[in-house]
């Protein structure tokens, strides 16, 4: 089974609450194997549309960056609040290294669409 469908299986199972599990049969977890099998035909048929596989994994990657930032606030935002994380909210150093981090990021983003 490649990797990446069943990472995606679970990762949409468990969002959409499915049965989920390599260890469940097939009639037990139908929409989780269907994912698998799915995103199974889809990579074969990437193979057959002449896509470049560096070129999607560069291009991946630079979405994988862009989208990182946003991302990386929202945790920041809901790390630190003592409603959503209870004790386990942010300390004061780990709040200034995580926006340190995200500002970094948004910095090297920018220095990339600037530079592109």
Known sequence: ?????GSGAYAIGEALRWTTGLDRKPLDAKAFYGTIAVSSLLGIGI???????IKALFWSAVINGVVAVPLMAIIMLMAMRQDVMGRFALPRALWAMGWLCTGVMAVVVAIMFATW
Do not use: E, Q
């Open 1 to 5: 089974m490649p990797v990446l469908a």
């Open 47 to 53: 193979n057959f549309v002449g896509l470049d596989p």
